[in-house]
């Protein structure tokens, strides 16, 4: 039961080729699509969607045949083919501003630039993060309005994940609301409440461009440090790399790195409300975390989907897919398939393995920062834990983004109960 | 049964026992050896149960599989010659006392 979807919704009263799950209205009204997918899921797992917003598409929904996609680099390729909306890379309108970074490459590019990035995230560096991280949570824990009804995601989910961006891109803490709208403009588009135009979108992209190549600079003069875009400026792998591409790695980095953290954080808190049994549990046994932190990126599967693109005709499910289609894996889908995952429509704190789970992805291009993202989780509910606290309600409706990519959360009213 | 000795970076070594047939990543998850996490079910696709192959053994375990195994291995951190997917080596009595070292983590 998904305490989330109380009005009760008949998945066949639409044609099964009518179904359209690229719709971002589905996930920004938060309803229908838990059905949906179970549909797709039984009735139709590799679905054909011959028309949408973006094109023709095949989804794929099941956990297994989601983890044969992701884990077939050479048939489903990347290249320019991560997101059902192309527009989302390449950009529109005058002036439009690419961000083609290795997330949307194959090898052997990806692996040179993903390699080269890769240390900015890695376990060694995140340690030097660790005590930071702790200091910064306690004290925007400690600064919350106990017995009042505030807004969770600004007051905790953004401030702590912009700071820890800021910290690992050395970024001026005090210009940090800059990162937090740059984020928001790069997975922006027309009509979502972010943006209201292309040429909007363009010229704030622009400016971000402007910074980060300013900074790259600077940190290229400098000595070599452990920031990332220090880390990227100094590369020797990517001294060659052109300025569109530095860009768009860093823009990866900034959405990648806090968007989605974010996202699971507000997620989790609306997932404790929900099941409140497993509040009480955790509190029992606050070591549950170490299970805990998976399952809320799990429940959340905060990147709702990736696409790719094939690059030859290939038998899968029972379908015929043709060279070129664009194939959607739902991560958000394969993460409550029963088949793999027992009661998968429930959060639970401490299951058996809750670390298989799609929200990172697997194969090559498997999150990058998953670690970085689990650290700041843990965290964040160890400190929670300290707290003692009896609950955290969520006093009101929770305002979903309009995306059928990242699941995000702008508004979850609450009331912490001391 | 085969067993299998596991060495943390730290040098704390883990003797298990395992079926044949069960892979090594297995066998560290289900005798909760630390360090191997196994996150996407053996599948070679997510570096999280990367092995060193102790010298002595990398001919009877062999190395990693070209398609699959080495592109994962050649995007882990600190991988090398005798990296190995842990999930990818089958254990059979040939493989008694295989030695298998961790890096410091997983990533």
């Not at chain 1, 983890?67 to 439009?96: K, P, Q, Y």
């Not at chain 1, 953004?158 to 001026?172: N, Q, R, Y």
């Not at chain 1, 909007?200 to 990332?228: I, Y």
């Amino acid at each position: 039961m998904d305490a989330q979807s109380s009005v009760s919704f008949d998945p066949h009263s639409i044609p099964i080729e009518d179904i359209d799950v690229s719709d971002p209205g589905l996930y920004q009204r938060d309803e229908h699509w838990r059905e949906l997918f179970a549909r797709l899921r039984k009735d139709d797992p590799v679905h054909y969607c011959a028309q949408s917003e973006y094109g023709p598409f095949w989804s794929i929904t099941r956990y297994s045949d989601i983890m044969a996609v992701d884990t077939n680099h050479r048939v489903f390729s990347s290249d320019n083919a991560t997101a059902l909306d192309d527009a989302r890379i390449v950009g529109e309108g005058d002036g439009a501003v690419p961000i083609p970074s290795f997330l949307q490459m194959d090898p052997p590019r990806h692996d040179q630039q993903r390699k080269a990035v890769s240390p900015a995230v890695a376990p060694a560096n995140l340690v030097r993060l660790q005590d930071t991280m702790r200091q910064r949570t306690k004290k925007v824990l400690d600064s919350l309005p106990v017995g009042e009804e505030f807004d969770w995601v600004p007051a905790v989910s953004v401030e702590l994940t912009i700071l820890m961006l800021a910290t690992l891109i050395d970024f001026p803490l005090e210009e940090r609301a800059k990162l937090k709208r740059w984020s928001d403009v790069i997975v922006g588009f027309p009509g979502d409440g972010v943006v209201e135009s292309w040429e909007q979108r363009n010229r704030e992209m622009r400016e971000l461009v402007d910074t980060f190549l300013r900074m790259k600079q600077e940190r290229e003069q400098a000595e070599p440090g452990r920031d990332a875009i220090s880390i990227l400026a100094h590369s020797p792998d990517l001294r060659d790399m052109d300025l569109v591409e530095f860009v768009a790695n860093v823009t990866l980095l900034i959405v990648g790195g806090n968007e989605t953290t974010r996202n699971t954080m507000s997620g989790s808190i609306l997932a404790f409300h929900d099941f409140p049994d497993e509040w009480e549990k955790l509190r029992r046994d606050p070591s549950l975390i170490t299970s805990m932190v998976p399952e809320a990126i799990r429940w959340q599967s905060p990147v709702m989907y990736q696409s790719r693109r094939a690059t030859e005709d290939i038998e899968f499910g029972g379908k015929t897919i043709r060279k070129g289609d664009k194939v959607a894996m739902w991560y958000i889908s394969g993460n409550r398939d029963e088949e793999v995952i027992e009661k998968a429509d429930r959060f639970i704190i401490d299951r058996d393995r809750p670390r298989q789970h799609l929200s990172f992805g697997f194969g090559i291009h498997r999150c990058l920062g998953n670690r970085l993202a689990e650290m700041q989780l843990r965290i964040l509910w160890e400190e929670i834990m300290a707290k003692g606290w009896r609950r955290i309600e969520v006093t009101g409706k929770p305002e979903f983004g309009y995306s059928n990519t990242l699941r995000g959360l702008n508004t979850l009213p609450v009331r912490i109960h001391a | 049964m085969p067993t299998i000795n596991f060495i943390e970076a730290d040098g704390t070594g883990h003797r298990v026992e395992v079926a044949e047939g069960t892979s090594a990543m297995e066998a560290a998850v289900q005798n909760n050896v630390p360090g191997i996490d196994g996150d996407c079910g053996g599948q070679a696709a997510c570096a999280t149960c990367h092995v060193f192959v102790d010298h002595d053994w990398l001919e009877k375990a062999g190395h990693a599989e070209p398609e699959t195994e080495r592109p994962m291995l050649e995007l882990a951190e600190g991988a090398q010659d005798n990296s190995r997917l842990a999930c990818q080596i089958a254990m059979t009595d040939a493989l008694d006392g295989l030695v298998l070292r961790m890096p410091a983590q997983q990533f």
